[in-house]
């Protein structure tokens, strides 16, 4: 798993510089680029932070794969953009879907319960 890689083909996509990912982290630019060149490893921690900067979920980063993007030079940048941001939106709504689930089992739980 390369979740360096992954993390840097997001912040790209989403145009943020290194440097600023850097400062939110209190990190040197140069221990940030060995996160995204998977020098290190991550710890939780550092996920959940740059999961929160790129405001995409863990899941996310963690199945990102290279399809995703490969067709960057068939199509134009829109197209891409489109492609990534379906993918990133149903993610989103997997996840909301779970927590929805969770949910209405505690309320069926509390409802048969008093």
Known sequence: MNLGANIRK???FRGIKQQHI???MNLS???????????????????NEISQILNVPIVTIINLTDDIFSERQA?????????????FLKERNRELME?????LLLLEKALSDS
């Open 10 to 12: 997001i912040r790209e």
């Open 22 to 24: 850097a400062d939110k």
């Open 29 to 47: 630019i140069t221990s940030y680029g060995k996160i995204e060149r998977d020098e290190i490893e991550i710890t939780l921690k550092r996920l």
């Open 75 to 87: 199509v134009n940048n829109y197209e891409v953009a489109s492609t990534v941001e379906v993918y």
């Open 99 to 103: 927590e929805k689930g969770k949910l």
